[in-house]
């Protein structure tokens, strides 16, 4: 019997009895960067922290039950995990791309892998005809669903159809549901991202990065390139990230009821234009987000009808800090336009709808009635 995620969280499949670490509940930090070996041929199974630590290990194996893969890594950030993979292609290899993603993947693709050699094309895939973008040397689909920050909403299993006929790999950067939500292996993707930084670690104390894959081929591919580059997460902070993760459910659960709340009380108010919020039903994608996630997280994106009520309301928040990130257990509100995507050329942002008008919020875990009274006098400025 498959255990549910909440008990995933705490507990391996392969878990011993109380035999290992003294029993210890807390997963040991293994503060070590190399290991003793008996003799020439002989070995504990570890032999240097950039290639193994069993402290990583542990966390890796709890991500890959979350995501029902084959093998995960732990990397030092997200934009680590996504630069490793990107090394599974070759010069001249193309890549369908959804068009609105988190800024740093678009400044990673812009000036790094450009150079490394790979083309992109960058599309709404949300609603694209995506196999007329298929060119001889496409390689894969990357794409984000809730896209950040303007929440598009694509169909993966759809997609997933797409690339296996062709043979590419999809890829899903599953950051803004969680595996808690959304398990984008079990809809046929290959490749599925996390910016551990947010809701797995959750506690706005950390950066990491995650790569799972159901591929052995990818598995063994990234094995080798994780070796040699070297971005696997320190000791500690794989100790954070198993502590984080012990309470993902209850803190995913409880941030999306804030949202609800708070996206409600947005779409009330007169300053507001727009609230980008999957779970109202309102939302183009609220139907397949019902079919492939099991909730809608606790992301919203919302436009004020001008950039002085946008700059207002965040030198008015209190409780509700100004600052980028996503997914812990305080509530931050971002300006996608000076913040997070800054490095991406105006003419795409307001492509993708991102104005100066835009503002993101990641609901905590905070009482909603604070969140909304911090937001009430926010906005009695504007
Ligand atoms: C934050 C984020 C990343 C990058 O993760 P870091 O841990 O900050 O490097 C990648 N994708 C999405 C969707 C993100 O929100």
Not at 338 to 346: C, R, S
Request: charge should be negative; glycine fraction near 8%.
């Amino acid at each position: 019997m498959v255990r549910g995620i909440n008990t995933r969280c705490l507990h391996l499949a392969d878990e011993e009895k109380n035999t290992e670490h003294y029993g210890s509940l807390s997963f040991p930090i293994y503060q070590t960067a190399t290991y003793a070996h008996p003799e020439v041929g002989r070995s504990t199974g570890f032999d240097y922290s950039r290639l193994q630590n069993p402290t990583r290990e542990h966390l890796e194996k709890i991500i890959c039950g979350l995501e029902d893969g084959i093998d995960a890594f732990a990397l030092s950030t997200g934009m680590a995990a996504i630069t490793l993979l990107f090394e599974l292609f070759q010069p001249g290899d193309h890549i369908i791309s959804e068009a609105d993603l988190y800024g740093g993947s678009i400044r990673l693709f812009d000036n790094v892998s450009k150079k490394n050699g790979y083309e992109f094309s960058f599309v709404d895939c949300s609603s694209a005809d995506l196999e007329k973008e298929i060119r001889p040397n496409t390689k894969a689909i990357y794409i984000e669903t809730p896209t950040n920050p303007m929440m598009r909403v694509s169909d993966i299993g759809r997609i997933a159809k797409i690339a296996m006929a062709h043979g590419l790999l999809l890829i899903v950067d599953n950051t803004f549901l969680s595996p808690y939500f959304q398990n984008p292996l079990k809809l046929g993707a290959d490749v599925v991202i996390h910016s551990g930084t947010k809701f797995l670690g959750g506690h706005n104390d950390t950066l990491a990065g995650f790569i799972v894959t159901k591929d052995p081929k990818i598995s063994e591919r990234l094995r080798f390139l994780i070796k040699t580059t070297g971005a696997g997460l320190s000791p500690f902070d794989s100790w954070l990230l198993i502590r984080g993760i012990k309470t993902l459910g209850i803190r995913m659960e409880r941030a999306q009821e804030n949202a609800i709340k708070i996206a409600n009380w947005l779409k009330e108010q007169p300053a507001v234009k727009k609230v980008y919020y999957p779970g109202l039903s309102e939302h183009p994608g609220y139907e397949i987000m019902k079919k492939q996630a099991r909730g809608f997280g606790s992301m919203i994106t919302f436009d004020v009808e001008t950039k002085e009520q946008a700059l207002a309301i965040l030198k008015n928040v209190r409780i509700i800090k100004f600052a980028e990130s996503l997914g812990g257990t305080e509530t931050l509100i971002t300006y996608p336009t000076t913040q997070t995507h800054a490095d991406v050329k105006e003419e795409v942002r307001l492509r993708n709808g991102i104005t100066p008008c835009t503002l993101r919020l990641s609901t905590g875990i905070e009482d909603a009635e604070d969140l909304i009274a911090d937001l009430e006098s926010a906005f009695a400025g504007v």
